[in-house]
């Protein structure tokens, strides 16, 4: 008996140590990852949960008082808001983009070239890439590239105001109204003639073929109003304000209109001398109005980085550098689709909507899903885009929770409890959609 038990004995024995030296170096090989892992993830995970139930120094503890604070904070649910907008908006627009896009490359000769082209910010870092839709979404015409199309293209469309800085001289018969426009203090009857001065202008900003404004009100016949509309300045100093001096020019292209009763009568265009004339009034009283039309600063473009726009224009930003990633993916999905089930489709009549409406998308579902789900988890976790390009004064309007919980720990508000009550809502929000992603992968591999 004893020799047939040990026989089993001695054959299991090396399995048995064979196996326990693969564990073994296994262990050895997965350790470091482990401990890095352990001291990367795990430990900031747990500190930053414990740290969340103390306040902001640290030193008593407050239970869940911080994440109240963070539903009663409005600056924290601002940023609750603009999360949920990049969450609803950006992966949507960027799967359907990319969708597109990788649907017709498939029919373009250089298709990757076209790919190679889209999938090139990538590899910009998000702070260049920030740097660089800052100075695009500058205000000033002269240096954000956007509002320059957007003067251009409005520039031609739409007649700009000859003097946007002229403003009337003071005490001298005119008087601004609400809507920019000028009046005349006193009636002016047919027959008379009326001097109307302006001032904050430069001499280079007077058109070359201006006149001199001397005398450029001639005398007016009994049915008519006639008028000179000057710059109320006489180079190197001198002259009388309120009256027209040798030196002064005339204004041309001036807009003028005579009104009665709330309504106009005329309306004229400032000659080269700054005259204008209304002819053919009935005889009476009439107001010289110069509409608000003359005076309107120039256009300036679109206040991109402002309080209502701040946060669309950084979706923007986000969307030329993740276009290319959706693109690339969904297209080596595309590419894997059984062609026989297109080209069937074809065969039996169906055009290229319903093709891609009703075989292309629910084949590519999983694909999508992938896409969706990866870009969901990184814009919940944007940072760079936001922080850079929002300008001091609206960055709290633009904030996400990453960008709040950094001001509120480091930024300024030394409040490191409340931050870490925010990482661990971010934490909660982005784990489901990882083990989502995760069991996806999981599936696809069976």
Same mark, same amino acid.
Do not use: C
């Given at each position: 008996? *004893? ?75 601002? +940023?609750?808001? %603009? ?11 960027? #799967? ?15 298709? #990757?070239?076209? $790919? ?30 956007? %509002? ?24 001298? /018969?005119?008087? +601004? *109204?609400?809507? /920019? ?8 009857? #047919? ?7 302006? =001032? ?25 109003? &006639? ?21 002064? $020019? /005339? ?18 265009? #400032? ?9 053919? !009034? ?7 109005? !110069?509409?608000? $039309? %003359? ?10 980085? /402002?309080? +209502? ?9 986000? !969307? ?11 297209? *080596? ?24 409406? $009703? ?11 992938? =896409? ?29 929770? *990453?960008?709040?919980?950094?001001? =509120?720990?480091?930024?300024?508000? %030394? ?11 971010? !934490?909660?929000?982005? =784990? ?7 069991? &996806? ?6």
């Amino acid at each position: 008996m *004893a020799v047939t038990s040990s026989a089993p004995a001695a054959a299991v024995s090396p399995r048995r140590r064979a196996q326990r030296r693969k564990r073994a170096v296994a262990a050895v090989f997965t350790l470091p990852a482990l401990l890095l892992l352990g001291a990367l993830v795990v430990y900031p995970v747990l500190f930053s949960i414990g740290r969340s139930l103390f306040d902001a120094g640290g030193e008593r503890f407050v239970g869940l008082a911080n994440y109240t604070e963070m539903f009663r904070d409005p600056a924290t649910l601002t +940023a609750i808001r %603009n999360s949920t907008i990049w969450v609803v908006v950006a992966p949507v627009l960027l #799967t359907g983009v990319g969708l597109v896009l990788a649907v017709l490359t498939e029919k373009v000769r250089w298709a #990757t070239a076209f $790919k190679l082209v889209l999938f090139l910010p990538m590899a910009v870092s998000f702070l260049a890439a920030g740097i660089v839709f800052r100075l695009a979404y500058e205000e000033q015409p002269d240096r954000g590239v956007l %509002n320059a199309v957007a003067v251009g293209v409005h520039d031609v469309f739409t007649e700009q105001s000859p003097y946007p800085d002229a403003r009337a001289r003071e005490g001298h /018969g005119l008087t +601004a *109204a609400g809507d /920019g426009s000028y009046r005349t203090d006193d009636a002016v009857r #047919t027959g008379e003639t009326v001097s109307l001065g302006f =001032v904050g202008l430069t001499p280079d900003a007077v058109p070359a073929d201006a006149g001199p404004a001397r005398d450029a009100a001639a005398t007016a016949a009994d049915d008519e109003v &006639r008028g000179v509309v000057y710059l109320d300045f006489t180079p190197g100093g001198g002259g009388t304000p309120g009256t027209v001096d040798p030196d002064e $020019k /005339g204004l041309p292209g001036m807009a003028v209109e005579a009104v009665r009763d709330g309504e106009v009568i005329a309306s004229a265009l #400032t000659a080269a001398d700054g005259s204008f004339a209304f002819t053919g !009034l009935q005889a009476g009283s009439y107001a010289v109005q !110069l509409p608000g $039309k %003359n005076f309107a600063p120039p256009y300036q473009g679109v206040s991109w980085l /402002g309080p +209502a726009l701040v946060t669309p224009a950084i979706i923007g930003a986000y !969307l030329w550098i993740w276009t290319g990633f959706a693109m690339v993916l969904i297209g *080596a999905g595309l590419s894997a689709l059984p062609r026989d089930a297109l080209e069937a489709a074809r065969m039996d009549g169906a055009n290229e909507w319903q093709i891609f409406r $009703k075989i292309t998308v629910p084949l590519l579902a999983p694909v999508l899903t992938v =896409v969706f789900v990866t870009l969901v988890i990184n814009v919940m976790k944007v940072f760079d885009l936001v922080y850079i390009i929002a300008p001091g004064p609206v960055q709290e309007e633009a904030s996400v929770l *990453a960008t709040r919980m950094w001001l =509120v720990s480091f930024g300024g508000g %030394n409040d490191q409890g409340l931050g870490s009550a925010l990482s661990v809502l971010l !934490l909660l929000l982005v =784990v489901p959609a990882m083990i989502f992603n995760i069991r &996806r992968f999981r599936g696809s591999r069976k």
